[in-house]
């Protein structure tokens, strides 16, 4: 019997069984994505071929640094294109939630890719250039020619990731910035920001190429090439920050676990939500774990009905729930 109105024990018993309607895992399709993570590819790749063989054509210690960047980016977008497809494949009983999460670990490998490509390569390079003493090399032209060339083709692909971040910050109601630093979709945000960087390494190539071309002092390529090296490693411990925390399990956004809190305490059957739980199980998915005090007025079938008309609620406010557990128990 229940303690405080007499009447059989329903939400003993509603707790016992633990209503809970699993869902398939969000159906939101990642073309967009896709599609940005492609064209950033194809055209790093372009850029890679191309920066090696104007850095070796050339001599350029700069442009070599920039090719090892571009070599990053070209493999940190085949481990996000591949991402994509793993995270799509259908739960199983080994991975009962989906495979979401794929998405950040290979984002997580990417970004220490990079890190290595900037702390050994760049940084490196550059060091060793600078202690057996820089000669000057020419092949300016080259050089020139090269950082044209991939100049577009990182515009191209930069331009793609701004145009599709900025559509969807648009449609989530939220300015441009603020949603890509909420955001939990990695690829567009990587692909952006990755691209940032490759435009502001172009930026200090072309620096440090332009200063031994005015100044006729070698040593300032492999500056350049220092400094590329330290734009990759901030990039790639930035990235991995990024993903660390999604990886390893975290919680709803404040103001979504704010929306679910005040969409279950608003029902007439709850009494006091006693504990919300919310975890990120992928870009577009999330789970909500509650244990709920509902009325002890209220029969079994009105605490199933009940916990149903709840979780619709809670799908309804929060669209990337996919996952929901309510635990109907007694408050203290």
């Given at each position: 019997m229940s303690a405080r109105s007499g009447k059989p024990d329903t939400v003993g018993t509603a707790r016992a069984e633990q209503v809970s309607r699993r869902s398939v895992p969000s159906t939101?399709?990642?073309g967009a994505s896709r599609k940005t993570v492609l064209v950033a590819l194809a055209a790093n790749a372009l850029i890679a071929v191309t920066k090696l063989a104007g850095?070796?054509?050339s001599g350029s210690t700069a442009l070599l640094a920039e090719a090892a960047h571009s070599v990053a980016d070209t493999a940190n977008q085949a481990f996000l294109l591949a991402s994509i497809a793993l995270a799509q494949r259908e739960p199983d009983a080994d991975r009962p939630f989906g495979h979401g999460r794929e998405r950040y670990l290979w984002t997580f490998v990417a970004a220490v890719g990079m890190f290595v490509a900037g702390a050994v390569f760049a940084v490196?390079?550059?060091?060793?250039e600078l202690l057996a003493g820089a000669e000057s090399s020419g092949g300016f032209l080259v050089a020139w020619i090269t950082l044209a060339i991939a100049l577009v083709a990182e515009g191209a692909s930069w331009l793609r990731a701004l145009h599709q971040t900025r559509t969807e910050?648009?449609?989530?109601?939220?300015?441009?910035?603020?949603?890509?630093?909420?955001?939990?979709?990695?690829?567009?945000?990587?692909?952006?920001?990755?691209?940032?960087?490759?435009?502001a390494g172009i930026a200090i190539a072309a620096a440090g190429i332009g200063l031994h071309q005015?100044?006729?002092?070698?040593f300032w390529?492999?500056?350049a090439s220092l400094l590329v090296g330290a734009l990759l490693i901030v990039v790639a411990v930035w990235m991995a920050r990024d993903t660390g925390h999604l990886l390893v399990g975290?919680?709803?956004?404040?103001?979504?676990?704010?929306?679910?809190?005040r969409v279950v305490e608003e029902h007439p059957d709850v009494v006091e939500v006693l504990e919300l739980l919310t975890m990120v199980l992928g870009p577009n998915a999330l789970l909500v774990a509650a244990r709920?005090?509902?009325d002890d007025g209220i029969d079994a079938s009105r605490v199933e009905r009940s916990t149903s008309e709840l979780e619709d609620a809670i799908r309804k406010a929060v669209p990337d729930v996919t996952e929901v557990f309510l635990d109907a128990t007694r408050g203290r």
């Open positions: 939101r399709q990642a850095g070796v054509i490196g390079y550059g060091v060793i910050a648009r449609d989530a109601r939220k300015p441009v910035w603020r949603y890509v630093r909420e955001s939990r979709d990695p690829n567009v945000k990587m692909v952006l920001f990755e691209d940032t960087a490759a435009l005015l100044t006729g002092q070698a390529d492999p500056v975290a919680a709803a956004r404040p103001d979504e676990r704010d929306e679910i809190e709920i005090d509902l």
